[in-house]
């Protein structure tokens, strides 16, 4: 089982950034058998959504309402899982949670808090 700890969310006025980070920490045996990981968002009353995934081809996939303007990456060592958020707008608001997937499972964090507004 692989842990995973959200950080970086916080207040942004609309048209500014924000980082966030997912560090993920477990054996070398599952850290390795990570096939996915992704970024995903749910706003009040709403459901939880896919925002960005980063897949062990390399291979990123953005939701629309994203595209263009957020970022995902990994770092070298693969315990780290970043989101470069970059004009944000107030319906960007929600929990932002990081998740993975491997042939033994899959975990979420706990979550990051985004909030946009002026």
């Known amino acids: 089982q692989v842990q995973l700890v959200e950080s970086g969310g916080g207040l942004v006025q609309p048209g500014g950034s924000l980082r966030l980070s997912c560090a993920a920490s477990?054996?070398?045996?599952?850290?390795?058998?990570?096939?996915?990981m992704a970024w995903h968002r749910q706003a009040p009353g709403k459901e939880r959504e896919l925002v960005a995934g980063l897949y062990l081809s390399g291979l990123t996939k953005y939701a629309d309402s994203v595209k263009g303007r957020f970022t995902i990456s990994r770092d070298m060592s693969k315990s780290t899982l970043w989101l470069q958020m970059n004009n944000l707008n107030i319906e960007d608001t929600a929990v932002y949670y990081c998740?993975?997937?491997?042939?033994?499972?899959?975990?979420w964090g706990q979550g990051t808090q985004v909030t946009v507004s002026s």
């Open positions: 477990g054996s070398i045996r599952s850290m390795n058998a990570i096939t996915a």
């Open positions: 998740n993975y997937v491997s042939p033994y499972g899959g975990s």
